[in-house]
Protein backbone atom coordinates (compact mmCIF):
# COMPACT_ATOMS: atom_id res chain seq x y z
CA UNK A 1 0.00 0.00 0.00
CA UNK A 2 1.41 3.68 -0.87
CA UNK A 3 1.41 5.89 2.11
CA UNK A 4 0.34 9.31 0.63
CA UNK A 5 2.25 12.06 3.77
CA UNK A 6 1.54 15.34 4.15
CA UNK A 7 4.41 18.60 4.26
CA UNK A 8 6.46 18.01 7.29
CA UNK A 9 5.50 14.26 8.21
CA UNK A 10 7.49 11.47 9.11
CA UNK A 11 7.36 7.88 8.50
CA UNK A 12 9.68 4.75 9.07
CA UNK A 13 11.76 3.81 6.75
CA UNK A 14 12.18 -0.59 7.07
CA UNK A 15 13.55 -1.23 3.62
CA UNK A 16 17.71 -1.85 3.02
CA UNK A 17 17.30 0.50 -0.10
CA UNK A 18 15.43 3.55 -0.98
CA UNK A 19 15.10 4.70 -4.50
CA UNK A 20 13.32 8.58 -4.39
CA UNK A 21 11.90 9.60 -7.67
CA UNK A 22 11.03 12.82 -8.71
CA UNK A 23 8.47 13.10 -11.06
CA UNK A 24 6.83 15.45 -13.19
CA UNK A 25 5.52 16.81 -16.24
CA UNK A 26 6.76 18.28 -19.16
CA UNK A 27 5.40 20.48 -21.36
CA UNK A 28 5.62 24.41 -22.93
CA UNK A 29 7.44 26.45 -20.95
CA UNK A 30 8.62 23.73 -18.31
CA UNK A 31 12.12 23.59 -16.95
CA UNK A 32 14.04 19.84 -16.96
CA UNK A 33 14.18 19.06 -13.25
CA UNK A 34 17.68 17.23 -11.81
CA UNK A 35 17.49 14.92 -9.25
CA UNK A 36 20.58 15.30 -6.05
CA UNK A 37 21.17 13.84 -2.49
CA UNK A 38 23.60 15.18 -0.10
CA UNK A 39 25.23 12.80 2.21
CA UNK A 40 25.44 14.48 5.54
CA UNK A 41 27.20 14.28 8.93
CA UNK A 42 25.98 15.05 12.41
CA UNK A 43 26.65 18.33 12.26
CA UNK A 44 24.65 18.72 9.05
CA UNK A 45 27.81 19.51 6.88
CA UNK A 46 29.55 17.06 3.91
CA UNK A 47 32.43 15.22 5.05
CA UNK A 48 33.90 16.10 1.23
CA UNK A 49 32.63 17.34 -1.86
CA UNK A 50 32.41 13.65 -2.57
CA UNK A 51 29.63 13.63 -0.55
CA UNK A 52 27.29 15.68 -3.32
CA UNK A 53 25.56 12.92 -6.20
CA UNK A 54 24.38 14.55 -8.68
CA UNK A 55 24.26 14.92 -12.56
CA UNK A 56 28.20 16.04 -12.92
CA UNK A 57 29.66 13.67 -10.34
CA UNK A 58 26.50 10.49 -10.66
CA UNK A 59 27.99 7.54 -8.33
CA UNK A 60 29.37 8.35 -4.49
CA UNK A 61 32.73 6.75 -4.16
CA UNK A 62 31.33 4.44 -1.81
CA UNK A 63 28.88 2.99 -4.27
CA UNK A 64 26.37 3.49 -1.49
CA UNK A 65 24.54 6.29 -3.51
CA UNK A 66 23.95 6.79 -6.93
CA UNK A 67 21.96 9.30 -9.65
CA UNK A 68 19.86 6.86 -12.20
CA UNK A 69 19.21 8.20 -15.65
CA UNK A 70 16.03 10.31 -16.36
CA UNK A 71 13.01 8.04 -17.94
CA UNK A 72 10.08 9.07 -19.68
CA UNK A 73 6.94 7.22 -17.85
CA UNK A 74 3.33 7.84 -19.54
CA UNK A 75 3.17 11.46 -19.32
CA UNK A 76 5.61 12.53 -17.08
CA UNK A 77 9.40 12.64 -16.34
CA UNK A 78 11.11 11.00 -13.74
CA UNK A 79 14.93 11.16 -12.82
CA UNK A 80 15.86 9.37 -9.73
CA UNK A 81 18.56 8.86 -6.75
CA UNK A 82 19.46 5.48 -5.08
CA UNK A 83 21.05 5.62 -1.46
CA UNK A 84 22.10 2.13 0.69
CA UNK A 85 20.48 2.63 4.30
CA UNK A 86 21.21 -0.63 6.33
CA UNK A 87 25.07 -0.74 4.53
CA UNK A 88 25.51 3.26 5.23
CA UNK A 89 28.75 4.22 6.61
CA UNK A 90 28.21 5.52 10.16
CA UNK A 91 29.84 8.97 9.50
CA UNK A 92 26.67 9.72 7.46
CA UNK A 93 23.82 11.81 9.80
CA UNK A 94 21.23 12.43 7.45
CA UNK A 95 20.59 12.24 3.61
CA UNK A 96 19.26 14.94 1.60
CA UNK A 97 17.44 14.84 -1.74
CA UNK A 98 17.13 18.04 -3.61
CA UNK A 99 15.21 18.87 -7.31
CA UNK A 100 16.54 21.95 -9.17
CA UNK A 101 15.15 22.93 -11.89
CA UNK A 102 17.31 23.95 -15.20
CA UNK A 103 15.81 26.83 -17.23
CA UNK A 104 13.76 28.08 -15.39
CA UNK A 105 12.02 28.01 -11.73
CA UNK A 106 10.51 24.89 -10.27
CA UNK A 107 7.25 27.07 -9.68
CA UNK A 108 6.98 26.01 -13.09
CA UNK A 109 7.17 22.64 -13.16
CA UNK A 110 4.06 21.03 -12.97
CA UNK A 111 2.88 18.04 -10.67
CA UNK A 112 6.19 17.74 -9.06
CA UNK A 113 6.04 14.81 -6.84
CA UNK A 114 8.87 12.57 -5.01
CA UNK A 115 8.23 8.68 -4.78
CA UNK A 116 9.85 6.41 -2.34
CA UNK A 117 10.71 2.78 -3.65
CA UNK A 118 12.20 -0.36 -2.15
CA UNK A 119 15.88 -0.26 -4.51
CA UNK A 120 15.92 -3.83 -3.72
CA UNK A 121 13.01 -4.61 -5.43
CA UNK A 122 14.98 -5.57 -8.32
CA UNK A 123 11.70 -2.86 -10.40
CA UNK A 124 14.20 -0.55 -12.09
CA UNK A 125 10.79 0.63 -14.26
CA UNK A 126 9.80 2.19 -10.97
CA UNK A 127 6.68 -0.39 -9.96
CA UNK A 128 4.16 0.78 -6.62
CA UNK A 129 6.35 3.48 -4.67
CA UNK A 130 5.83 2.80 -0.79
CA UNK A 131 5.39 6.59 -0.22
CA UNK A 132 4.95 9.59 -1.93
CA UNK A 133 4.86 14.10 -1.28
CA UNK A 134 3.81 16.15 -3.37
CA UNK A 135 5.58 19.39 -3.83
CA UNK A 136 4.43 22.70 -3.77
CA UNK A 137 7.40 24.85 -4.32
CA UNK A 138 7.67 28.03 -1.87
CA UNK A 139 6.58 31.50 -3.54
CA UNK A 140 7.48 30.32 -7.31
CA UNK A 141 10.68 31.62 -7.10
CA UNK A 142 12.97 28.90 -6.50
CA UNK A 143 15.48 27.07 -8.60
CA UNK A 144 16.60 24.51 -6.43
CA UNK A 145 14.68 22.71 -3.23
CA UNK A 146 15.20 20.70 -0.82
CA UNK A 147 12.26 17.98 -1.11
CA UNK A 148 12.64 15.62 1.82
CA UNK A 149 15.53 13.87 3.53
CA UNK A 150 16.35 10.64 5.20
CA UNK A 151 17.76 10.88 8.29
CA UNK A 152 19.06 8.39 10.78
CA UNK A 153 15.56 7.47 13.47
CA UNK A 154 17.59 5.19 16.99
CA UNK A 155 19.08 1.96 14.97
CA UNK A 156 16.87 2.71 11.62
CA UNK A 157 15.84 5.30 9.41
CA UNK A 158 13.01 7.13 8.93
CA UNK A 159 11.92 9.68 5.59
CA UNK A 160 10.77 13.41 6.47
CA UNK A 161 8.70 15.41 4.17
CA UNK A 162 9.91 18.47 4.52
CA UNK A 163 11.01 21.71 2.13
CA UNK A 164 13.03 24.67 1.81
CA UNK A 165 13.68 26.64 -1.56
CA UNK A 166 16.66 28.40 -2.83
CA UNK A 167 16.23 31.56 -5.71
CA UNK A 168 20.14 30.99 -5.98
CA UNK A 169 19.92 27.29 -7.09
CA UNK A 170 22.39 24.75 -6.61
CA UNK A 171 25.04 27.12 -5.39
CA UNK A 172 23.06 28.11 -2.51
CA UNK A 173 22.56 24.97 -1.50
CA UNK A 174 26.09 23.77 -1.83
CA UNK A 175 27.03 26.76 0.72
CA UNK A 176 24.75 25.67 3.30
CA UNK A 177 26.25 22.48 3.49
CA UNK A 178 29.58 23.31 3.03
CA UNK A 179 30.11 22.44 -0.55
CA UNK A 180 33.32 24.13 -2.08
CA UNK A 181 31.82 25.55 -5.29
CA UNK A 182 33.70 27.76 -8.40
CA UNK A 183 30.55 30.28 -9.23
CA UNK A 184 33.04 31.13 -12.10
CA UNK A 185 33.17 28.27 -13.65
CA UNK A 186 29.50 27.36 -15.19
CA UNK A 187 29.85 24.10 -16.37
CA UNK A 188 29.86 25.89 -20.27
CA UNK A 189 33.18 25.39 -21.95
CA UNK A 190 33.11 27.11 -25.43
CA UNK A 191 35.23 25.91 -28.38
CA UNK A 192 38.51 28.48 -28.67
CA UNK A 193 37.65 31.96 -30.33
CA UNK A 194 37.94 32.08 -34.39
CA UNK A 195 40.44 34.65 -33.82
CA UNK A 196 43.25 32.28 -32.17
CA UNK A 197 45.60 30.48 -34.21
CA UNK A 198 44.42 27.21 -34.75
CA UNK A 199 47.09 24.72 -33.42
CA UNK A 200 47.59 22.34 -36.18
CA UNK A 201 46.38 24.00 -39.54
CA UNK A 202 48.73 24.98 -41.95
CA UNK A 203 52.21 24.08 -39.41
CA UNK A 204 52.48 20.94 -38.14
CA UNK A 205 53.77 19.43 -34.94
CA UNK A 206 57.57 20.10 -34.39
CA UNK A 207 58.76 16.94 -33.92
CA UNK A 208 56.49 15.82 -36.78
CA UNK A 209 58.36 18.24 -38.93
CA UNK A 210 61.84 17.30 -37.57
CA UNK A 211 61.39 13.84 -38.97
CA UNK A 212 60.28 14.75 -42.10
CA UNK A 213 63.09 17.06 -43.22
CA UNK A 214 65.36 14.69 -41.22
CA UNK A 215 64.22 11.39 -43.74
CA UNK A 216 64.57 13.97 -46.93
CA UNK A 217 67.98 14.27 -45.91
CA UNK A 218 68.54 10.69 -45.72
CA UNK A 219 67.18 9.86 -48.92
CA UNK A 220 68.63 12.92 -50.70
CA UNK A 221 71.60 11.95 -53.11
CA UNK A 222 74.90 13.01 -51.40
CA UNK A 223 78.05 14.38 -53.62
CA UNK A 224 81.41 13.78 -52.24
CA UNK A 225 82.77 16.45 -50.31
CA UNK A 226 86.71 17.37 -50.21
CA UNK A 227 88.50 15.63 -47.84
CA UNK A 228 89.82 19.05 -46.52
CA UNK A 229 86.37 19.97 -46.11
CA UNK A 230 85.40 19.83 -42.05
CA UNK A 231 81.28 19.33 -41.77
CA UNK A 232 79.49 22.10 -39.97
CA UNK A 233 76.78 21.51 -37.86
CA UNK A 234 73.55 22.83 -38.78
CA UNK A 235 71.53 25.38 -37.31
CA UNK A 236 68.65 24.57 -35.46
CA UNK A 237 65.67 23.47 -38.00
CA UNK A 238 62.85 26.50 -38.02
CA UNK A 239 59.85 25.80 -36.82
CA UNK A 240 56.82 25.14 -39.61
CA UNK A 241 59.05 24.82 -42.73
CA UNK A 242 57.84 25.00 -45.64
CA UNK A 243 56.33 21.79 -46.79
CA UNK A 244 57.40 22.41 -50.74
CA UNK A 245 60.78 22.58 -49.60
CA UNK A 246 63.70 20.63 -51.11
CA UNK A 247 67.30 19.68 -51.08
CA UNK A 248 69.46 21.16 -53.19
CA UNK A 249 71.93 18.48 -55.70
CA UNK A 250 75.32 19.54 -53.25
CA UNK A 251 72.84 17.70 -50.29
CA UNK A 252 71.28 19.60 -47.11
CA UNK A 253 72.07 22.65 -46.27
CA UNK A 254 69.96 25.19 -44.17
CA UNK A 255 70.29 28.47 -44.76
CA UNK A 256 69.46 30.75 -41.88
CA UNK A 257 66.22 33.28 -42.36
Known sequence: MTHAMAQGSDMSVSVPAVRAVLRWTPGAGVPDVDACVILLDDGGRVRSDADFVFYNQPRHPSGLARKLPKKRQGEGLTDSVEAQL?????????????????GGTLGRVRNLRVELHDAGSGDAAGGEPFAYVDIQPDGGASSALICGELRRAGSGWQFRAVTKGYATGLVGVAGEFGISVDETDTGHHPTPDSGNEPASEGRPAPGAAQAAQAQQAAQAPQSP?????????????????????????????????
Open 86 to 102: TRQDPSVDRMVLIASAD
Open 225 to 257: QPAAAQPQPAPPIAYGYPPAFTLPPQGPQFIGR
